[in-house]
């Protein structure tokens, strides 16, 4: 999961990382395929692979093994909403929420992330402004500068976007067009477009 974590956030900009997670996570369902970590850390994997329909399966696996698995749900409900389907998204990762009342900002992000996919954006500013509340949570800032973008609030949006570039100096648009999993390209054109009249570059 660190390497996950480390494609994720650009903190790697080695191309073989993402194929390290990949041979680890397999490694660990092939040692204990009822472990539902193994399965959920497979999952991620194969998003940012782009492989949807396998990370949806082993999300799935993860959550048969055990229901009550906050994250499971969680990771299953974020599989969904870049694969296009953020409306069962919603109903996944409400559900984390209340198997785990005390959850990371990462779940208030993907309920923030399906609202933009929607246009919903108000409610996504407050999901995501919320999500900063537990944690100064890059993808927050980066979706709040989006959508401030989208609707036209210049100033909102060049100052999430120098909070972005405080946490991650190396940030780039070019390197989270060729990372960032959304099925539907135009969902991905739609926020890089918004982050450049951002000032992100």
């Known amino acids: 999961m660190t390497y996950v974590m480390e494609w994720g956030f650009q903190w790697s900009q080695d191309p073989q990382t993402l194929e390290r997670a990949l041979v680890l996570a397999q490694q660990a369902v092939a040692l204990d395929d009822s472990l539902p970590l193994a399965h959920q850390t497979l999952g991620r994997v194969f998003v940012w692979k782009k492989q949807h329909d396998q990370a949806i399966a082993e999300q799935e696996r993860?959550?048969?093994?055990?229901?009550?698995?906050a994250d499971s749900q969680a990771y299953?409900?974020?599989?969904?909403i870049v694969a296009g389907r953020p409306?069962?998204?919603?109903?996944?990762?409400?559900?984390?929420?209340?198997?785990?009342?005390?959850?990371p900002p990462v779940y208030l992000a993907n309920l923030g992330v399906s609202y933009y996919m929607m246009g919903r954006y108000e409610e996504a500013i407050a999901l995501f402004k919320k999500a900063l509340t537990h944690s100064n949570y890059s993808p927050a800032h980066r979706f709040l500068a989006a959508i401030y973008s989208e609707l036209g609030r210049e100033a909102e949006a060049r100052a999430e976007a120098a909070e972005v570039l405080k946490i991650s100096p190396n940030f780039s648009l070019e390197v989270l067009r060729q990372r960032l999993p959304y099925k539907d390209p135009a969902v991905l054109e739609r926020m890089l477009a918004a982050l450049r009249r951002a000032g992100l570059k």
């Open 62 to 69: 993860a959550i048969a093994l055990d229901s009550n698995n």
């Open 76 to 80: 299953l409900g974020a599989s969904l």
């Open 87 to 103: 409306e069962e998204g919603i109903g996944l990762t409400e559900k984390a929420m209340r198997l785990n009342p005390h959850y």
